[in-house]
DNA sequence: AGCTAGCGTAACTTTTTTTGTGACGGATTC
DNA sequence: GAATCCGTCACAAAAAAAGTTACGCTAGCT
C-alpha cells in the first residue's frame, strides 16, 4: 500500500491533539510537510465516512467528527478505499497453462483472508490511542 | 505491496505441477505473460531462500528444492524481502508539530503488529495447497 | 455590498516506483 | 566447440503516486 493511510492517520491525530479548534487545510499541510491540496483530498474522503467535518469561509477549517476514542484505524482504511494489501499480477497468463488460468482465483481467496486479519489488527486501535503514546504525559 | 508476490506464487505452483521436470525461465515466462529476465530476478531470490534450485546449461532450468506441502506463502514473503504492507509518509513534518514527531514511532508500532498478522495468515497456505484448490480433480 | 479566508475540485506536472528489455559473460551438456 | 540456459547489469518504458496551479463557491466580516 501507499503511504496515504500514515497521512490520514497524522491528520487525524493532529486535528485529535487540538479539540475545540478548527484547523486549515493550510495549517495542516504545513505540519504535515506537503501541499494543501494533498490533505484536502484526505480530508474530502474521511468526510464521507463521518470522521471529520469542515466548513468554508473565514475561521472554517477541519476538526473531528466525533470522541477520537471511537475512530479506529480500520475505519481509517476503509474511508480511504481498502486497496488490497497485495495486488495480483495483471499479465494475461497464457491460454493453455492451467495453473495460470487458475491461480488467480485461489490468490484472491488468500489475500482476502490476509485482508481480514489486516482489519482486525487495525481495529484494535485508536486516533485516541496515537495521540496519547505520543503524548504520554497528556 | 507490488504484484511480485502473486507473481511469485503463480511460478512456484507451476514448478509444483511439473514435478520431475526442469522448466526454463523462458517457459515459465510464457505462461506467466512476461519476460525471462523478470522470472529470473524473482526466482534468484526463491533460491535464496532454498525454496527452488536452478541448472544452467542445455537441459537446465528450474524446480522446487523441495515437497510443495513444505513451502508456505510466509516463506514466499520473506524470500522476496518483507516490504511492510504500510508505507510510512516520507515527508518531513514540521519540526514544531509534535504529533509529526512522534506519529512515526507509534505508527511503527502499528505496523509491526499487522505485519505480523500478516504473516500468520500466509503461513496457512502452502504451495501443495495452491495446486490443489486449482486441480480439485488430481 | 464587497472583501477575505477557506474549502472543493479538476487538470496538469513532476517524481517515484515498478516492470520490462537488450546485451553479454559463464557454465554445462552434448 | 557449439548450443542452451542461467546470472546479472544497465537502461527503457510504463504505471502509479504525489504535488501544483488555478479557479469557482460559500460564509463570515466590516
Known sequence: ??????????????????PQERLTSEFIAASVGTNPVVIRRQ?????????VSSKGARGGGWELARDPA???????????????????HRNEPHPNCSVGQGIRGVLENVYEEVEKSVMRSLAHWTIADMLKRIEPSS
Open 43 to 51: 480530508l474530502a474522503l474521511l468526510r464521507q465516512a463521518n470522521l
Open 70 to 88: 471511537r475512530i479506529t484505524l480500520k475505519q481509517v482504511r476503509t474511508a480511504l478505499g481498502v486497496e488490497a494489501a497485495f495486488r495480483m
Open 1 to 18: 500500500m501507499n503511504s496515504r493511510f500514515s497521512t490520514a492517520v497524522h491528520i487525524l491525530t493532529l486535528l485529535a491533539s487540538t
